[in-house]
């Protein structure tokens, strides 16, 4: 397929892009109005395009932190995915109710660290490079992303992604239980009074109902727990799901990774901030099974101001998802 657009353009895209109100919400896969940030998206040529957004001041679920964060890593991180969902059906043709399979993705925001906090809302642009496009059939069936993030006048880094699309029937297929009935959704699990659940500030929360980690344990080799399918959260599940999201997981693994870094370091939660991290994804995360969260003890800088944990995300004896988590702590006990 190709998409005629004049390669000068980047500039006059750039000025363009409209922070005046969100997108369509169906072209990012979200419900509510409150979960969808992207703005505008436009064609430089047929493998790049920019994006806007704009990120919200005030957010249950984004904003809800101990450390006094300028702005949460995974807000920027879902700005992306809703950068490349709209773009795939807004540019490159996608039908409504094709599935997005994420394969892979990394963070690196550097920047974030000599940011200010954010006191109104924050305009943010990803411009994006695309590569490694296969189409099937006149057909988008995977594509891998490069999308450097600027917020305001800073260059705060980089997500990278890797995405497959599968029709939607093909995806029902793939997903068809033979013997033990249809897939429950992730509506079935809306309970709010959950025993277990890790105490707040130990996962870098203020409020219980942003905690998704359950029972969590310590040995001498790092941390666990479970994770808990908080089906009725309304940014962790915007609309009912068959399975766990990938930006699910990387909430429990950024709350185990502040979990393990408390652990191990004697230096609370709160003193740390996650910066970083690289993900893959080798199967579905199912709703209806045990998730076991495992974060190896975390191997620190030079300074002990930066850690990594590696971190398994573990159901029926088989990892589904591996990731790495990096992050930093800030002077005093806060953010630079």
């Known amino acids: 397929m190709s998409i005629a657009v004049e390669a000068d353009r980047a500039p006059d895209v750039l000025s363009e892009l409209n922070f005046a109100h969100t997108v369509d919400k169906q072209l990012v896969h979200r419900r509510a109005l409150s979960e969808v940030f992207l703005t505008d998206s436009s064609l430089i040529d047929e493998s790049r395009f920019v994006a806007a957004a704009q990120l919200p001041p005030s957010h249950a679920y984004y904003t809800d932190h101990t450390t006094p964060n300028a702005i949460d890593p995974l807000l920027l991180l879902e700005c992306c995915r809703q950068a490349e969902t709209h773009a795939v059906h807004a540019h490159f043709g996608a039908p409504i109710g094709t599935k997005f399979v994420l394969q892979e993705w990394s963070m690196d925001l550097p920047g974030l660290a000599s940011m200010d906090p954010v006191l109104g809302p924050t305009a943010a642009v990803v411009s994006v490079d695309t590569h490694d496009a296969r189409w099937l059939g006149g057909e988008l069936r995977s594509l891998a ?94 609309h009912a799901q068959d399975h766990v999201p990938g930006m699910v997981l990387m909430e429990a693994g950024r709350q185990i990774s502040l979990l393990a870094a408390e652990e191990f370091t004697g230096v609370p939660a709160e003193s740390w901030y996650v910066s970083g991290l690289d993900a893959s994804f080798g199967a579905y995360a199912e709703l209806d099974a045990p998730l076991m969260v495992r974060a190896s003890r975390p191997e620190r800088s030079a300074r002990d101001a930066e850690f990594t944990v590696r971190v398994t995300f573990e159901q029926d004896e088989r990892a589904v998802a591996t990731a790495v988590f990096t992050g930093a702590r800030g002077e005093g006990g806060e953010r630079p």
């Open 145 to 238: 992303y490069r999308m450097r993030i600027r917020v305001g006048d800073q260059s705060v880094g980089e997500v990278r992604m890797r995405v497959k699309y599968v029709a939607d029937d093909v995806y029902a297929m793939l997903r068809g239980r033979r013997n033990d009935g249809p897939l429950p959704t992730s509506d079935a699990y809306r309970a709010t009074a959950v025993p277990g659940l890790a105490a707040p500030g130990r996962v870098g929360r203020r409020r219980e109902e942003n905690v998704i980690l359950l029972d969590p344990a310590a040995d001498e080799h790092g941390v666990q727990a479970r994770l808990r399918v908080a089906g009725g959260h309304p940014s962790l599940f915007d």
